[in-house]
Each structure stands twice: as C-alpha cells, then as structure tokens.
C-alpha cells in the first residue's frame, strides 16, 4: 500500500494569504499525483493532477508541484471560496488519499 | 452535463449486504471510454477507493475489500451498481460515484453521495 500523508491537518489563514499544503507519498509515485477541494456537505472536486496540471475551469491561484514523494498545492491570494478541506490523492497504483488539510478561518 | 446520482437503503443491519446504485445522464455508460467507480468517506478512515470498473467488464478492486466487494455496470439502463457483503459498522461511510479520467484514476465528476449507515 503507498500511504500519503499531509501537513499540516488544520491550516488558519486569512484572504489573500499564501498558502501551502505538503504531501508526502510513503514511495515514489513520480508525479502520479492529484489534488481535491471538499467543502461541507459536497463531494470532493478535482482541482489538480499530474502533480502540477490544473484542472479545466480551476483558478489560477491554485497551483501544485513536487515530484517522486514530495508534494505541495499552493494557494497564492486566499479568497473567501477557498476555506474548505483539500487532500491529495496518489494514483500511480490504485488510488489513495491523504487525511486532509482543512483550511479555516484565522 | 454530466450527472451522477447515488440511491440505496441508508440503513443496513450488520452482516447483511450493502446495495447501491448510481444514475448517469448527460453521458452514456454504453461504449464509454471512461472508467467509472465507487469511493467512501468516513471520519475514520477518510477517502477510501472501493473499485473501478470500464465499459469492457474490466474490474479493479481495493485489495482491503476485494473479498467482499462487486462493482457492476448495467448500460441499458446506464446505472451504475455496488455491492459490499458482510458490513459491520466500519463500513457506515458516506458512498461516492464518480467518473474517472480515460486510462488513470483521477476521479473527474462526482455524485452527491449517499449516507449508509450499519447499525442493527
């Protein structure tokens, strides 16, 4: 099994700051690696895969990359649609997810 | 556009089987170059993939559930199926379908998800 792992779990920020999520795969998945955004009561959505290609109709603000078993997923001006859970997702072999980072309020 | 919509019982007793259904419109399951499969989430155990499965009858399943696990796929009238046999309440979960990306597991259009619940 490859585990993912994210940090931190709980992330507080306000609009427009510069956010970073990290993800670390338990072995290399080279860049088999995606990202989601989850708000309450809705399925996730794809926001980027390939670790760094972003999803038609995703804002620009959001951007990602890393390669083998590090990862992140930027957010470069939090805006007040951005405040959910985000998870990183390998799928090199299966797929698997990471815990989640939840993104709130400071 | 494409839809998916999940429907089942949202309560199942332990050691029964767990059956749920996925509607699609907006895109046909007959011929589909695109994988479709089942996800769950839960508080204690997160986003857990169940299985995958393409218009050819190509199944794939998460080993951890491969025994107790039959995805299906019923293009006549475009749905979508699960089956888990045995539940306990681990598996109380909230039940995802979804569309893959053609060729490799990146989940594109989700359902809305369906609550079960296993408890007697």
Redesign the interface.
């Known amino acids: 099994?490859i585990q993912m792992t994210q940090s931190p779990s709980t992330l507080s920020a306000s609009v427009g700051d510069r956010v970073t999520i990290t993800c670390r795969a338990s072995q290399t998945i080279n860049d088999?690696l995606?990202w989601?955004q989850q708000k309450p009561g809705?399925?996730?959505?794809?926001l980027i895969?390939k670790a760094s290609t972003l999803?038609s109709g995703v804002p620009s603000r959001f951007s990602g990359s890393g390669s083998g078993t590090e990862f992140s997923l930027t957010i470069s001006s939090l805006q007040p649609d951005d405040f959910a859970t985000y998870?990183c997702?390998q799928?090199i072999l299966?797929?698997?997810?990471?815990?989640?980072t939840k993104v709130d309020i400071k | 556009q494409l839809q998916l919509q999940e429907s089942g019982p949202g309560l199942v007793k332990p050691s029964e089987t767990l059956s749920l259904t996925c509607s699609v419109s907006g895109d046909s399951l007959r011929g589909s170059p695109y994988p479709w499969g089942w996800i769950r989430q839960s508080p204690g155990r997160g986003l857990e993939w169940i299985a995958t499965i393409f218009y050819t009858g190509k199944t794939y399943y998460n080993p951890s559930l491969k025994s107790r696990v039959t995805i299906s796929l019923d293009a006549s009238r475009n749905q979508l199926s699960l089956r888990l046999t045995s539940v306990t309440a681990a598996d109380t979960a909230f039940y995802y379908c979804a569309r893959l990306r053609d060729g490799v597991q990146i989940w594109t259009k989700w359902g809305q998800g369906t609550l079960v619940t296993v408890s007697s």
Do not use: C, I, K, M
Request: proline share 5%; glycine share 10%.
């Open positions: 099994d088999w995606a989601y809705t399925a996730p959505r794809l895969y999803e998870y997702q799928y299966y797929s698997t997810f990471g815990q989640g």
